[in-house]
C-alpha cells in the first residue's frame, strides 16, 4: 500500500488493526502494534517523502506474527544513533516516534543509507 | 472534410445494420456485466439514449470524442458516471457501458468488407475516449464524494458540551489529525471563552490510537486552555493506551489524567466548588 498522504497513515493504522487481529494478538499488543504502525507510517511520509507500506503474517518458533515493512526512498538517516535517541527531532515532533516504535514491538530493524531511503521493519509476535 | 463525413457515414452504416438488435444486445451484455443491480427498465432507459445521442452525433459527423456534436453523448455519460458512483459501481462496471458496444459490434467484421473493419476500427477509438470519459467523470464524482464526506465528519464528530456550570467537555472520537484537531482546539477554547468555564475536560474513550502526533495535539490543546486560566483534564485512558503511552515514552508532565469520564467530571467539581451530597446525607 502506497503511503503518500495524511489520510493513507490512518489506512495503515486500519490495514494494522485487521492484521494484529488475524495474529489474535492481545488487545495490549494489538493498540502497539498499530501504533507503532501509525508512527512509521508517518515518519514514512513527513521524513522520507512518502513511500510504501507491506504488511503479512509470519510464523516462527510456532508463533504467529504481525509484520510490517515500511519504505521510502527519501533522504535516509545520517546518525541511526541519534535518530534512535528519545527527544530528538529533526522535524517538529516529540523525538520519540521512532524509537518509541522500537519499544513498542518485539522485532525492529532499521535499514538506511544517506541519499537512497530507508527500510523499517517491525514484527509483532502473539504470545 | 469530405473524408470525414465520408467516415462518419460509414460509422453510421455499421451502428444503423440491425439498429434495434444492436441497443438490445448491448442492453443485455451490461446487464450481465452488472449482475442486476440495476433495473432492467432504468438500464433500457439510459442505454437507449445513450444509442440515440452516438447515432445523431455520428449523422452530424462527430468523430471526436472531445467535439462539440457529442456534448449531448458526454452529458449523459456524465449523468451516468455520476449514478454508479453513487450507487457504489467500480470503475470497470461504469466503463462497461461503454466498451460493451464495442464487443456487440464484433460480429460486423467478420465476413465485413475493408470499409466495415476500418469503420470498425474508427467506431472502437471513439469508445475508447468515451470510456475514458465516464472513468474519468466517475472518479471525479468519488472524489467529491469523499471530500464531502471529510468535512461532515470534521463538522460532526466535535462537540463542546457543558457538565456543570464552569466544566465542559469534548468528547473525542476517531482518529486525530491535524485538521481535526485543529478544529478541536478552536472549539474548545471558543466555549471556555463563551461559558466562562474553568475547567476542561477531554475525554479520549473513542480515540482508538494515541501516538506521538495525537499526544502532541493533546499537549499543545492543553497548554493553550491553560494560558487563557482553565485546568484541563484528559480521561477515558483505557489500560492499552496507557501501557502504549508508556512504552512510546511520552511525558504527559503535570496534566491530570482519569480513567473514566465520571472520576474527571468529579475532580472537576471539587475543583470548582461543588459538593455532591447524597441523598443519605453521606458526602462523596
Known amino acids: 500500500m502506497p503511503i503518500v498522504a495524511n489520510d493513507d497513515v490512518v489506512r495503515v493504522r486500519r490495514l494494522a488493526r485487521e492484521l494484529a487481529q488475524r495474529c489474535k494478538l492481545s488487545l495490549v499488543d494489538q493498540t502497539k502494534f498499530i501504533t507503532a504502525a501509525s508512527e512509521l507510517a508517518r515518519n514514512t511520509l513527513v521524513y522520507g517523502g512518502g513511500g510504501v507500506v507491506r504488511v503479512g503474517l509470519v510464523r516462527g518458533n510456532g508463533r504467529l506474527g504481525a509484520l510490517a515493512v515500511f519504505e521510502d526512498s527519501g533522504p535516509g538517516i545520517p546518525d541511526i544513533d541519534l535518530a534512535l535517541t528519545d527527544g530528538w527531532t529533526s522535524g517538529g515532533g516529540l523525538g520519540l516516534g521512532l524509537s518509541g516504535a522500537r519499544r513498542l514491538v518485539d522485532e525492529f530493524a532499521l535499514d538506511t543509507e544517506v541519499g537512497r531511503g530507508t527500510t523499517v521493519t517491525l514484527v509483532k509476535w502473539a504470545r | ?284
Not at chain 2, 8 to 13: D, E, N, Q, T, V
Not at chain 2, 80 to 94: D, I, M, V, Y
Not at chain 2, 112 to 125: E, I, M, Q
Request: aromatic share 4%.
Open chain 2, 1 to 284: 472534410m469530405v473524408a470525414k463525413q465520408d467516415g462518419s457515414a460509414r460509422l453510421l452504416k455499421l451502428l444503423s445494420t440491425g439498429e434495434q438488435d444492436l441497443a438490445a444486445q448491448w442492453i443485455t451484455q451490461v446487464s450481465a456485466g452488472l449482475a442486476g443491480r440495476i433495473s432492467r427498465a432504468e438500464l433500457d432507459r439510459e442505454l437507449n439514449e445513450l444509442f440515440t445521442a452516438l447515432v445523431e452525433a455520428l449523422r452530424a459527423g462527430g468523430q471526436d470524442a472531445h467535439g462539440e456534436e457529442l456534448s449531448e453523448l458526454r452529458a449523459l455519460l456524465t449523468e451516468l458516471s455520476r449514478n454508479r458512483a453513487r450507487q457504489g459501481f467500480t470503475p470497470s462496471e461504469t466503463a462497461l457501458s461503454v466498451f460493451a458496444l464495442k464487443h456487440v459490434l464484433e460480429p460486423v467484421l467478420e465476413g465485413g468488407t475493408k470499409d466495415d473493419v476500418l469503420a470498425y476500427l474508427r467506431l472502437s477509438r471513439l469508445l475508447d475516449d468515451l470510456g475514458l470519459f465516464t472513468i474519468e467523470t466517475y472518479t471525479r464524482a468519488r472524489e467529491e464524494i469523499i471530500a464531502a464526506q471529510a468535512d461532515q465528519l470534521l463538522e460532526l464528530s466535535t462537540p463542546v458540551v457543558k457538565l456543570w456550570d464552569g466544566v465542559i467537555a469534548v468528547p473525542l472520537v476517531g482518529t486525530l489529525d491535524s485538521a481535526r484537531t485543529q478544529v478541536v482546539m478552536e472549539k474548545l477554547l471558543q466555549a471556555l471563552v463563551d461559558t466562562g468555564s474553568e475547567q476542561a475536560i477531554i475525554d479520549i474513550t473513542g480515540v482508538p490510537a494515541v501516538d506521538t502526533q495525537v499526544a502532541q495535539h493533546l499537549l499543545k490543546t492543553i497548554v493553550a486552555a491553560r494560558l487563557m486560566g482553565a485546568e484541563c483534564t484528559v480521561s477515558g485512558i483505557r489500560p492499552q493506551i496507557a501501557q502504549t503511552i508508556v512504552a512510546l515514552g511520552i511525558e504527559f508532565g503535570d496534566i491530570v489524567t482519569k480513567a473514566s469520564l465520571a472520576d474527571a467530571l468529579q475532580l472537576a467539581l471539587k475543583k470548582a466548588g461543588v459538593e455532591m451530597i447524597s441523598p443519605a446525607g453521606g458526602r462523596r
